[in-house]
C-alpha cells in the first residue's frame, strides 16, 4: 500500500494522520498514512530512510519545513517563494518535489467562510514562517493592500521589500497602524506563550473579519480578546489545516478530496460541536 507520513517534532498530538485517512476513504484511494518524530539534527536521514524504503510523500511541520526546502531535489515555485516546505511527493521520475499548500489553504479557508480578499485591506501580524507563506497567495488575490506588521519591525521591512514585486504590501509598526482594515490575519505564535500580538483594540470593529492561524478546543487568546472587542466574524486555523492537507492530497493523489464533511467530522474529534 502506497505510504504517506507527517514528520514534525513535537508531532503526536497531528491531525494530519486523521485527516488524510478520511481523504482517502472519501475517495477510495488506497494508502495508509503515518506519524514520524525524528529528533530534530537526524530529520535528513529519517526523510532519506522513508523514501529509500518505499514512501511517496510527506507532509512536513514544525521545525522541519525550511530543512525540508534545503533537502528536497525540486521545488514548487510557491514552495520557493515561501522558503519552506510542508510537502514533499516522489514524482514518478524519481525525484523528491518539495511544495508549500500552507498558504493555499488559508486562502481556501478564507473564502470557504466568505471573506473577499480582492480590492479588500489586510492586516497580517508576524513575519516569520507562517506570514512568508502566506503573502503570495494572499496577494495573488488583488488585495488594495497588505499591511505586515511585527514585533520585530526591520523582520517586517524585510518581508514586505521581498513581496513588493507581487503587490502592494507594506511594513508599519503595531503603533503605526491605522484602520479601517478589513481583515486581521494572526500569524504570529504569541499565543502558545498565552498572549498576544500588541494590536491596538480601536482597529477592531464590527465588520472586521479575524483569523487566527492558531487553533484549539476553545477560542484563542486572540479571537477571544477580538469578540470582547465587537469583532463578529472569527476563524481559527483548523479550516486551513483540513484545506492544506486537501492541497497536498491533490498534489500526492491527482484528486482533490472535499473538505466540509471532513473539517466537521475532525471538530467532532477535537471536541468543537
Ligand atoms: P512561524 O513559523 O509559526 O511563523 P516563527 O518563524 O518563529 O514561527 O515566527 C513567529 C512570529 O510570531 C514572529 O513574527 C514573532 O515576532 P518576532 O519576529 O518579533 O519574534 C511573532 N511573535 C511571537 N511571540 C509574539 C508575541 N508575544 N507578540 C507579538 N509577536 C510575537
Not at 517586517?156 to 482594515?181: H, I, R, S
Request: aromatic fraction near 6%; include cysteine; charge should be negative.
Amino acid at each position: 500500500m502506497d505510504r504517506y507520513l507527517v514528520f514534525g517534532h513535537p508531532v503526536r498530538h497531528s491531525k494530519s494522520p486523521f485527516i488524510h485517512t478520511l481523504f482517502a476513504r472519501q475517495t477510495q484511494q488506497e494508502l495508509e498514512y503515518g506519524l514520524a518524530e525524528p529528533a530534530v539534527d537526524e530529520f535528513a536521514q529519517a526523510l532519506r530512510t522513508f523514501f529509500d524504503q518505499g514512501g511517496k510523500g510527506c507532509n512536513v511541520t514544525v521545525p522541519f519545513k525550511e530543512q525540508a526546502f534545503t533537502l528536497v531535489e525540486r521545488l514548487s515555485p510557491r514552495a520557493k517563494r515561501a522558503g519552506a516546505v510542508n510537502t514533499i511527493k516522489l514524482t514518478d521520475d524519481g525525484v523528491l518535489l518539495g511544495d508549500n499548500t500552507d498558504g493555499a489553504g488559508l486562502v481556501a479557508d478564507l473564502k470557504s467562510h466568505g471573506v473577499t480578499l480582492a480590492d479588500s485591506r489586510i492586516l497580517l501580524l508576524g513575519a516569520g514562517g507562517a506570514a512568508r507563506g502566506a503573502l503570495a497567495p494572499l496577494l495573488a488575490e488583488l488585495p488594495s493592500e497588505l499591511v505586515i506588521a511585527n514585533r520585530t519591525h526591520t523582520k517586517a521591512q524585510q518581508l514586505a521589500a521581498e513581496f513588493c514585486d507581487l503587490g502592494p504590501v507594506t511594513a508599519q509598526t503595531y503603533e503605526q497602524l491605522a484602520g479601517p482594515f478589513d481583515l486581521v490575519i494572526n500569524s504570529t505564535s504569541a499565543s502558545l506563550q498565552g498572549e498576544l500580538p500588541p494590536l491596538a483594540p480601536a482597529l477592531i470593529h464590527t465588520d472586521i473579519a479575524i483569523y487566527d492561524m492558531m487553533y484549539g478546543a476553545s477560542d484563542t487568546a486572540f479571537i477571544s480578546w477580538a469578540k470582547q472587542h465587537g469583532a463578529r466574524q472569527t476563524m481559527d486555523g483548523l479550516g486551513m489545516l483540513v484545506e492544506q492537507a486537501a492541497e497536498a492530497f491533490t498534489v500526492w493523489r491527482g484528486i482533490r478530496p472535499g473538505t466540509k464533511q471532513v473539517l466537521r467530522e475532525l471538530k467532532r474529534n477535537l471536541g468543537v460541536i
